[in-house]
């Protein structure tokens, strides 16, 4: 794919949120040319659109344990997470938090915005230092009113994020404790998921037994049973701080209903 003349331009502004910086330093054109080699969100676009979209893109850099937005704040637009990590929770009226998922590189949040002009449905924190392309939800649409594949293209994300909602509401549900950290691991390893020898994956970031309760939905020393039987079991391991899944076949049986 070609990569056009450098273009230092930038999206309409909105206001910077705590925590949060814009990359003034970085041309266009490098922006573009991460979120297409990078960002599988827009894997099957046709890639005149995904560079088209890509070109309205400009980077927002944050700080670890910095709020991207909170549920309930205005939904101007969508980000593809170009570096770092990010987590997704939602808080009950009294106080409790709800760690919904970790996002990586290639993850995109806040696209339900553009569709539904609601404001978030949920919090999004900086796990890590991150770098993020945000692209205004007006940029977007005046793109996509042009290039319909586009919206179709979204539509097709959505979709992916409610039927991973779906399946975990029914883990949940109908899933003993050991099948939904089971489940929260191989979601880890989509996301995070290095490929090693003989079938194992590296997860390749450093999540907490606390974190993988809350995403699970039980209690940390309940949870830290299940994985250390699981090591003990050679199901994973530990390598320098990362789990590792040994036998996946084993946690996809778990975590099947």
């Known amino acids: 794919m ?13 206001p910077v949120l705590a925590g949060e910086r814009r990359d003034m330093t970085v041309p266009k054109v490098t922006i573009e040319k991460t979120i297409l080699d990078h960002s599988f969100s827009l894997e099957g676009l046709d890639p005149d659109f995904a560079h088209g979209l890509a070109a309205l893109a400009r980077t927002v850099k944050l700080e670890p344990n910095k709020t991207l937005f909170r549920a309930g704040d205005p939904g101007n637009g969508f980000y593809a997470v170009l570096e770092g990590s990010l987590k997704v929770c939602v808080t009950s009226c009294a106080g409790s938090e709800q760690l919904l998922a970790m996002l990586g590189p290639g993850s995109v949040v806040g696209e339900l915005s553009i569709f539904d002009g609601r404001p978030r449905s949920a919090s999004v924190v900086a796990a890590k230092p991150s770098r993020l392309a945000f692209v205004e939800k007006s940029a977007f649409e005046r793109y996509a009113d042009d290039n319909p594949a586009v919206y179709r293209h979204m539509l097709t994300i959505v979709g992916q994020r409610l039927r991973q ?5 029914a883990a949940r549900s109908f899933l003993p404790l050991p099948g939904r950290v089971a489940q929260t691991l191989l979601q880890l390893a989509a996301g995070f998921g290095r490929p090693l020898e003989n079938g194992r994956v590296l997860i390749h970031y450093k999540i907490s037994q606390s974190d993988i309760a809350s995403m699970a939905g039980g209690a940390r020393e309940n949870v830290s049973r299940v994985l250390n039987d699981w090591k003990r079991g050679g199901t994973i391991s530990r390598i320098s701080g990362y789990y590792c899944i040994e036998d996946k076949a084993t946690l996809e049986a778990a975590a099947t209903l």
Do not use: H, M
Request: charged share 20%; hydrophobic share 45%.
């Open 2 to 14: 070609t990569i056009g003349v450098l273009d230092f331009t930038e999206a309409p502004v909105r």
């Open 165 to 169: 909602s779906n399946d975990a509401l």
